[in-house]
């Protein structure tokens, strides 16, 4: 065990869990040998533990703790287990080193920080005499596909869900919604000599480009909300065609869009198939999130002294939200710091963490405020 909150943010950032997603730079993937620590560690607290397997070799952590009474409404806190690529580091991603008043590593924000200040909350609280029954989550594969929060949220019904993000420790009790658009146009490919007798399909995909920037980004921006703003979109990628001399039979490009609640995605499609008739879309959707203010959860983690925000960011609260459990994402450290080449967090807003989970936890006893 180690013997402060520091040292526990070290070990488990010197333990990588880098999503396999993508390029993740490192050999080291997978969430099993951080999802093992975890579990020995709330074994220990007097959780009782399990580690359902959601991808092949890639579990979630689900503790639950002893409480005093049969039936009580379940609060569960969920922080991810893993991070993203450590591609392009400036600093050792595994090192844990402590500097300057930091903690240097992958995941030191994004959301190690998050799974150290809420377990040694949990070590130094007393949790059986709460109103609510509490529950720990270490969640895999946030990072790509949140597949760890729509395992559990499939498989278990909470009260009240708290997910670890670095919020600063305010309450983002609002976030925008994510579709990830991949568009495809379909031509065909001859002699780049005779272009006339093909069909070119980075030409199609360039009018549903100007469609984007010149009609949707206007029409989105002239949608609010009081809390999250505007919707937006963004072209990410380009892929299309194999050589100068060969007319291009396909193309495909990626779109982020970020949504509001209350809005329909229809619209926007209608307009890029307007602009292409034969377009293909496949999307990934993450829902928007809006969880009301005056929820007495909410309520008590205001008396910690945490302010509500929202987020143009999408996290695992999502996932809960849209299956209609209230759900806020709070954690210590700052989203500035999540996925940067020195990603750090400062020993003083760890600290910090502690503190307010301890007062959180102490706020759901009957009779306190």
Not at 338 to 352: G, I, P, Q, R, W
Request: aromatic letters at 6%; one cysteine or more.
């Amino acid at each position: 065990m180690p013997s402060n909150v520091t040292e526990l943010l070290q070990e488990l950032i010197r333990i990588p869990s880098v999503n396999p997603d993508g390029d993740p730079g490192t050999p080291h993937v997978g969430e099993k040998e951080i999802a093992d620590y975890l579990a020995d560690f709330l074994s220990k607290l007097g959780a009782r533990v399990e580690l359902p397997e959601v991808l092949a070799g890639r579990p979630n952590v689900v503790a639950r703790f002893p409480s005093n009474r049969a039936v009580k409404p379940k609060l569960l806190l969920a922080p991810h287990t893993d991070t993203v690529s450590v591609g392009g580091m400036t600093i050792e991603p595994f090192g844990g080193e402590l500097r300057d008043g930091k903690i240097h590593g992958r995941g030191a924000s994004d959301t190690k920080g998050s799974i150290a200040a809420m377990l040694w909350a949990l070590r130094e609280s007393r949790l059986d005499d709460l109103s609510h029954e509490i529950w720990f989550a270490g969640l895999m594969g946030e990072e790509a596909g949140l597949h760890g929060s729509r395992d559990l949220a499939g498989r278990e019904k909470f009260d009240f869900v708290i997910v670890g993000e670095p919020t600063s420790l305010q309450i983002v009790n609002a976030t925008k919604g994510s579709a990830w658009l991949t568009l495809r146009t379909s031509g065909k490919a001859v002699h780049a000599s005779m272009p006339d007798e093909g069909d070119n399909a980075i030409y199609k995909m360039a009018d549903v480009l100007r469609c984007i920037r010149d009609e949707i980004a206007p029409s989105l921006r002239s949608q609010s909300h009081p809390i999250l703003g505007s919707p937006t979109i963004s072209a990410g990628t380009i892929r299309g065609g194999t050589k100068s001399n060969i007319v291009p039979d396909a193309c495909e490009v990626s779109v982020d869009l970020r949504t509001i609640p209350g809005q329909e995605l229809e619209p926007v499609l209608a307009k890029l198939r307007a602009a292409c008739p034969e377009l293909e879309v496949a999307i990934w959707e993450a829902k928007p999130m809006l969880t009301e203010a005056e929820h007495p959860v909410i309520r008590s983690l205001e008396s910690c002294g945490a302010a509500r925000v929202g987020a143009p960011w999408f996290c695992d609260a999502a996932v809960f939200g849209e299956t209609g459990v209230p759900s806020v994402a709070v954690g210590p450290g700052s989203i500035e710091q999540a996925h940067t080449k020195d990603e750090f967090m400062a020993v003083a807003d760890l600290e910090a963490g502690v503190v307010f989970f301890k007062k959180f936890l102490a706020a759901l006893r009957p009779g306190r405020s």
